[in-house]
């Protein structure tokens, strides 16, 4: 027989989580597991070598220096048309070697007609001609591959015509008098 202590302690089921990131046990800190400073010592004894007048004297007019000379020659500080992973000089090499690819296709385009061989400076035609032989630069030097495709993009959207839509198609056709004839002769061809 069941004793009436047993019927009468009802079992309460676990409660429930109220999201996915409750459910099971919380994750251990990983701020335990952090190396140690490997020169615990340094910030204080940066800290004790600003106090001293003449080293902070020093530090200011080093770093008035340096800005100076970032203002004088900004490229040389600067990173920009440099790919990570590269080195200056090796950027500078491929850039330079872009920009001969970038003159022969100009003169290409020059004498196939697609680009005036003159022109007169500082207008539309010079800066639109600037601006391709800028676009075939970006083509054709380092750089990621989102760049170049855009730059490619935007060179063969300037010097080559789009083939007509199937809609343009028809209305030439529908605009030409000898349409019916010709497709006719095109169909009895085929």
Do not use: C
């Not at 999201?19 to 994750?27: C, D, E, F, N, W």
């Not at 004088?72 to 001969?100: C, F, T």
């Not at 400076?121 to 001609?129: E, F, L, Y």
């Amino acid at each position: 027989m069941i004793s009436t202590d047993a019927a009468s302690a009802e079992v309460k089921p676990a409660p429930r989580p109220k999201s996915l990131k409750a459910a099971g046990a919380p994750r251990p800190s990983t701020a335990k597991y952090r190396k140690p400073h490997r020169r615990p010592n340094q910030a204080l004894a940066m800290k004790q070598r600003w106090t001293d007048p003449a080293f902070r004297a020093k530090q200011i007019e080093g770093r008035q220096r340096t800005v100076i000379a970032r203002a004088r020659h900004p490229e040389k500080y600067s990173r920009v048309g440099i790919p990570n992973g590269m080195r200056k000089a090796e950027a500078q090499a491929l850039w330079d070697k872009a920009s001969a690819l970038a003159d022969a296709a100009m003169k290409r385009l020059e004498d196939q007609g697609a680009v005036e061989r003159v022109v007169v400076p500082d207008t539309d035609d010079d800066i639109a001609k600037k601006a391709l032989h800028e676009a075939f630069k970006l083509a054709l030097g380092p750089g990621n591959a989102k760049d170049r495709l855009a730059a490619a993009r935007l060179v063969l959207t300037y010097t080559k015509p789009r083939p007509p839509s199937a809609a343009e198609t028809q209305s030439l056709l529908a605009a030409n008098k000898d349409a019916e004839r010709l497709l006719a002769a095109l169909l009895g061809s085929q």
